[in-house]
Nanobody
C-alpha cells in the first residue's frame, strides 16, 4: 500500500506561484509514473502532469509552459511548481500513482487563485 500526502496549496493572486509537494510512503524509484491531477468545483478530475522514473514528463495543454513536475527519488517526493497562476487553475490538486496495478490517491490540497 502507498500513502500519499500532498502539501503546499493555498491562496494566491493571479500571476503568482506555488509549489506543491507529494510525499510517498514507498520508495518512489519503484513507481514508474507519478502524476498530479486536479478537480475544480463542478468539473471532472483531470490530469495536470505526470513524470516517469527516468524523468520523462507530460503536461496538460492548459498548463504547458507554466507548470513543472519533478521528482526526488531520494526523498520519495514529487513536486509541482506552478507559475503564472490563473483563476481557472483553482482546484483541489491530487497526487496519484499506480503501483502493482492499484490506483492510489492522496487527500488533495486546495489551490485558490484570486483575480
Amino acid at each position: 500500500q502507498v500513502h500519499l500526502v500532498e502539501s503546499g496549496g493555498g491562496l494566491v493572486q493571479a500571476g503568482g506561484s506555488l509549489r506543491l509537494s507529494c510525499a510517498a510512503s514507498e520508495h518512489i524509484f519503484v513507481i514508474p509514473t507519478m502524476a498530479w491531477y486536479r478537480q475544480a468545483p463542478g468539473k471532472q478530475r483531470e490530469l495536470v502532469a505526470d513524470i516517469t522514473t527516468p524523468g520523462n514528463t507530460n503536461y496538460a495543454d492548459s498548463v504547458k509552459g507554466r507548470f513543472t513536475i519533478s521528482r526526488d527519488n531520494g526523498k520519495n517526493t514529487v513536486y509541482l511548481e506552478m507559475n503564472s497562476l490563473k483563476p481557472e487553475d483553482t482546484a483541489v490538486y491530487y497526487c496519484n500513482v499506480v503501483y502493482v496495478g492499484i490506483n492510489y490517491w492522496g487527500k488533495g490540497t486546495l489551490v485558490t487563485v484570486s483575480s
